[in-house]
């Protein structure tokens, strides 16, 4: 089964608009990643959030974890037509590997 | 893409044809991984690789096989006992096992027919 799952999976919005995105998990983190994905290509990593944090920023990215509800969620504000890919969160736990979820497919019209 | 350089970016083979991806890395990563990625999915992990002549199976790595003779290659093997072998691949390297951040290559499209 999934550890960790991102919502909404699909995503659409006016540029210039923020896009939030969320991952629920299953069991106790160390830390939470983000990875951000353009149609075709690797995966670029974006944020690292360790479970004793509760916020970080990046640029234009706010990255903000509860563990008492087992979620995180992305912000991208003010986004432009370039933020448009997939985005992925990434959980690990203790006794596992790096573990993706789904992805939410983010589209920023221009 | 960090590094790590995938060829060929689309590769197409015939049923019953082994056929092997290329993953090499010039990061001095001592971890390296692959994955499939196919549509609506996440990335699963096939194998991956802590250190140089050892590697560990991860969730799928049934028809499939690897090598680490060097700190820089890990190819990827995908052998016709593979029942659905057609998908996107993705290698990525970390500093270390326990280096969380990794750095993926392009990937390479694998399409079976």
């Known amino acids: 089964s999934q550890q960790g799952e991102e919502d909404p999976q699909a995503l659409s919005i006016q540029e210039g608009e923020n896009a939030t995105m969320n991952c629920s998990y299953k069991t106790s983190i160390n830390n939470l990643q983000w990875y951000r994905q353009n149609s075709g290509r690797g995966l670029v990593h974006l944020i690292l959030?360790?479970?004793?944090?509760r916020e970080k920023h990046s640029g234009r990215l706010r990255v903000t974890l509860d563990t008492s509800k087992k979620s995180s969620s992305l912000l991208i504000t003010a986004s432009r037509a370039a933020d448009t890919a997939s985005y992925f969160c990434a959980t690990e736990t203790s006794y596992d590997k790096v573990i993706f979820g789904p992805g939410t497919s983010l589209s920023v019209i221009p | 893409d960090g590094g790590i350089t995938q060829s060929p970016k689309y590769l197409f083979r015939k049923e019953g044809q082994n056929v092997t991806l290329s993953c090499e890395q010039n990061l001095n990563h001592d971890a390296m991984y692959w994955y499939r990625q196919d549509p609506g999915q996440g990335l699963r992990l096939i194998y991956y690789?802590?250190?140089?002549?050892?590697?560990q199976k991860g969730d799928i790595a049934e028809g499939y096989s690897v090598s680490r003779e060097k700190k820089e290659s890990f190819p990827l093997t995908v052998t016709s006992a593979q029942k659905n072998p057609t998908a996107f691949y993705l290698c990525?390297?970390?500093?270390?096992?326990?280096?969380?951040?990794?750095?993926f290559g392009p990937g390479t499209r694998l399409t079976v027919t």
């Open positions: 990525a390297s970390s500093i270390t096992a326990d280096t969380y951040e990794q750095y």
């Open positions: 690789s802590q250190i140089v002549n050892d590697f």
């Open positions: 959030i360790r479970s004793n944090e």
